[in-house]
């Protein structure tokens, strides 16, 4: 099996579920209050991890509860973690999500010291990128940080995998180096102007985005699947359905399977249906890191998909 590396950040979620979003200049009760690890880096570690990938990961957490509590999660999931670095610069990073009754969320981040992990410490910890086969990244760090692991990637021969979440305006000089993009639909539209509101709009962003120079394209629109292209196939990949309860880590749990697949050597099409089905399960539980589902859970719910299907 392939070596996944992620590289990226660590959030403390602290959720607050209510019947519906708070509105400007509004009080409203809530439902309930947890705290979970999260972040998406290592949501994406930990879904991978689950499903019995070998993965490592590099970010930065303060020293903190927070960051004690989020190494004794990468721990408990076998995710290796001697190249995670503290800073009593910052502390760990936190995000407040905030779900309604129908699962959708709103989340506020504040990186803390995410922000820490800068090109030197990359440079440093080479050794990581090249024994790794897979480089998994998103936007929770500093974009210089993302950039560097992309050249050392590159360099290196790696799959680099880039999640662009949160979105942001990004250097396209690096496009190229980039194996898969993986934006959802509101990141798409972001990264190319183009509205994704409509079957043909997300086409048209993904085209976009392979004429800006990533060499595969992969589209995720929540309850509608997923839309994978690169210069020679077009996929489209349904969503499983199930009762949503919290999409807090649906998009991680994807980019999470979707390497999985890629470590084992599965094919595109085979990587985006199984990772549809990880992510539909993910949505049914509360929390980030207490959703991501093992891959024996995932094998029984495909298997009773199967099962729906024939009868």
């Known amino acids: 099996m392939k070596k996944i590396l992620v590289i990226g950040s660590f959030m403390t979620d602290l959720v607050i579920k209510s019947e519906s979003f708070v509105q400007e200049g509004e ?154 993009m993986t934006p959802n639909e509101h990141e798409a539209e972001l990264l190319t102007g183009i509205d994704t509101s409509t079957p043909e709009g997300i086409k048209n962003a993904a085209n976009e985005l392979l004429n800006q120079g990533y060499q595969n394209v992969i589209i995720t629109v929540g309850d509608k699947g997923s839309y994978f292209v690169n210069k020679n196939v077009e996929i489209q990949v349904s969503a499983y359905k199930v009762k949503a309860v919290d999409s807090t880590a649906a998009g991680d749990s994807f980019i999470g399977a979707f390497a999985y697949g890629l470590a084992n050597d599965a094919s595109i099409q085979e990587s985006l249906s199984y990772a549809s089905a990880v992510s539909a399960l993910a949505v049914t539980k509360m929390g980030a890191q207490p959703s991501l589902p093992s891959r024996s859970e995932v094998d029984d719910f495909l298997a009773t998909q199967k099962t729906m299907v024939q009868s």
Not at 133 to 154: F, H, M, R, S, W
Request: hydrophobic share 40%; net charge negative.
């Open 27 to 180: 009080t409203i009760i809530g439902e309930s209050f947890n705290q979970f690890t999260g972040g998406k880096g290592a949501n994406q570690a930990i879904a991978a991890a689950r499903l019995g990938a070998n993965v490592e990961m590099i970010g930065e957490l303060g020293e903190d509860s927070f960051g004690r509590d989020q190494i004794a999660s990468l721990e408990k999931n076998n995710v290796k973690h001697d190249n995670v670095l503290f800073t009593d610069k910052a502390l760990s990073g936190v995000g407040n999500p905030q779900l309604d009754d129908s699962g959708k969320n709103r989340i506020v981040v504040v990186p803390g010291a995410n922000m820490k992990l800068d090109p030197d410490d990359l440079d440093r910890l080479s050794d990581s990128i090249q024994n790794s086969d897979i480089i998994v990244l998103q936007l929770e760090i500093p974009l210089k940080t993302v950039y560097k692991a992309i050249e050392l990637g590159n360099k290196y021969n790696k799959i680099v995998i880039l999640n662009p979440a949160p979105a942001a305006e990004l250097d396209l000089d690096y496009a190229s180096m980039v194996t898969y």
